[in-house]
């Protein structure tokens, strides 16, 4: 299994700002993934970040918007950028367990932002 | 890509009836198919999952059919209980694949009322 940490855990936010969300593993892992889920709905992956490389985006975000740090092997940052009322939802930071991260995706508690 | 279907959106039984959740996918190289459950406020959490090597899978009170040829998944809660209320998500990957993401689908909303 893994433990994630997520901070912060919520945030009202005024339009125009940017807010970076912090993710934090107890294990090392090769991949950890950003997904955002807007209020009742599905889990919408917006990128894949590797430690020592650019993230991948999936189709409809761009790094500008949601920049991604993956400083090392256990932790992660992703930065919504230039927020509108849009950009509220709940974001949430996961991981695969398992050999050659294969197994059980894993979910931190999500940081549900609020956009003004 | 992988695009992941999933019924009902929204589904009212009485506790001790059975649920039954269905998914469908697009892409026929997906193997890996698990489900997920979110109580209100709450992270997802794995309840089950199946590999495209196996028809059918059970723990306890769920379980899961897969049938590769039709391209569809089920989900199946039997004796419901007022605790199984939850959103529910299938989802879809390729788990062979060196980047091996997954696709959920919208999710249904179960409400187990006593």
């Known amino acids: 299994s893994a433990v994630i940490s997520q901070k912060p855990s919520r945030d009202i936010c005024q339009r125009g700002t940017s807010l970076t969300i912090q993710c934090q593993v107890d294990?090392?892992?090769?991949?950890m993934f950003w997904y955002r889920q807007q209020p009742g709905q599905s889990l919408t992956l917006i990128a894949t970040?590797?430690?020592?490389?650019?993230?991948?985006?999936e189709s409809g975000f761009v790094i500008d918007k949601f920049p991604i740090s993956r400083p090392n092997l256990t932790f992660s940052t992703l930065t919504v950028s230039n927020m509108s009322p849009e950009d509220s939802s709940i974001y949430l930071c996961?991981?695969?367990?398992?050999?050659?991260?294969?197994?059980?995706?894993?979910f931190g508690e999500g940081s549900r932002l609020t956009v003004l | 890509g992988e695009n992941v279907e999933q019924h009902p959106s929204t589904l009212s039984v009485q506790e001790g009836d059975s649920a039954v959740i269905k998914c469908t996918y697009s892409d026929s190289a997906s193997n890996y198919f698990p489900w997920y459950k979110q109580e209100l406020g709450k992270r997802p959490q794995l309840i089950i999952d199946?590999?495209?090597?196996?028809g059918e899978k059970k723990d306890q009170r769920i379980a899961v059919t897969l049938n590769k040829t039709a391209k569809h998944f089920s989900l199946h809660i039997t004796e419901t209980q007022p605790e199984d209320s939850a959103v529910y998500f299938c989802?879809?990957?390729?788990?062979?694949?060196?980047?091996?993401?997954?696709?959920f689908g919208k999710g249904t909303m179960l409400l187990v009322s006593p």
């Open positions: 199946i590999r495209s090597n196996v």
């Open positions: 989802a879809a990957s390729n788990a062979n694949s060196g980047y091996s993401t997954l696709t």
């Open positions: 996961s991981v695969r367990g398992g050999f050659g991260d294969t197994g059980e995706l894993f």
């Open positions: 294990s090392q892992v090769t991949m």
């Open positions: 970040a590797n430690q020592g490389s650019e993230a991948t985006y």
